[in-house]
């Protein structure tokens, strides 16, 4: 696609379910990242894919957040047992190694 | 570990004026420095990007500069105008941990009429 997709555009779930959240990164892009970004506050560094290479990881904030990207293309990050804490916009980024390109956000509310 | 902080957090401003806005960062083994602009309730749109390598970079009325040795960099936009009104991000990328885009957490920037 022309750039970053990401779904749902918004969320919301009760406390202690699981939600998944999509990425289509734009065609051809090799790294992919996950951020999030609370209200009010900055953005905070979940994952990030590099071809084939094993993820960094070192961003997820509790064991309850997990990553995957399939075929190098797709990614999906995945919250277990979600809390109130979780609630902010999941943001989505691609590059080919330059400019980096984001996605317009997951919105996700735990009530 | 790398941090990132941008002054002042936020600005007003009159139609017309020129502005400059702060990036400066703790460690200067930089991989590039990116500028990004976020309106509200959507995501981030690159503005400008810096390789380690240069100095400065413009688009239009925005020129971006970088001063690696006293981890510092300047966005300036000329005759600011109204849809100019969004919150300006700035990012690095540090050699060792291209996977970590670090963020500051920006200033936001009001353009009156």
């Known amino acids: 696609g022309a750039g970053v997709s990401q779904s749902p555009s918004n969320k919301v779930t009760e406390k202690g379910k699981d939600v998944e959240l999509r990425c289509d990164p734009i065609?051809?892009?090799?790294?992919l990242y996950w951020y999030r970004q609370s209200l009010g506050q900055g953005l905070e560094f979940l994952i990030y894919?590099?071809?084939?290479?094993?993820?960094?990881k070192s961003g997820l904030p509790s064991d309850r957040f997990s990553a995957e990207r399939t075929g190098g293309s797709v990614s999906t990050l995945t919250i277990q047992r979600t809390q109130q804490e979780d609630s902010a916009v999941y943001l989505c980024?691609?590059?080919?190694?330059?400019?980096?390109?984001f996605g317009e956000g997951s919105w996700l509310t735990v009530v | 570990k790398q941090e990132v902080t941008q002054i002042p957090a936020a600005l007003s401003v009159p139609e017309g004026e020129n502005l400059v806005l702060n990036c400066s960062f703790t460690?200067?083994?930089?991989?590039?420095l990116q500028w990004f602009r976020q309106d509200p309730g959507k995501g981030l749109t690159s503005l400008l990007l810096?390789?380690?390598?240069?100095r400065e970079q413009t688009s239009g009325r925005l020129n971006a500069s970088l001063d690696k040795s006293s981890g510092r960099s300047t966005l300036y936009i000329a005759a600011s105008q109204p849809g100019d009104s969004a919150t300006y991000l700035c990012?690095?990328?540090?050699?060792?941990?291209?996977?970590?885009?670090?963020f500051g957490k920006g200033t936001k920037l009001s353009v009156k009429p």
């Open positions: 990012a690095v990328i540090s050699w060792g941990s291209q996977g970590n885009l670090i």
């Open positions: 980024a691609s590059t080919n190694r330059n400019t980096i390109y």
């Open positions: 810096i390789q380690s390598s240069q």
């Open positions: 460690d200067s083994a930089i991989y590039n």
């Open positions: 065609s051809g892009h090799t790294a």
């Open positions: 894919f590099q071809g084939n290479s094993a993820p960094d």
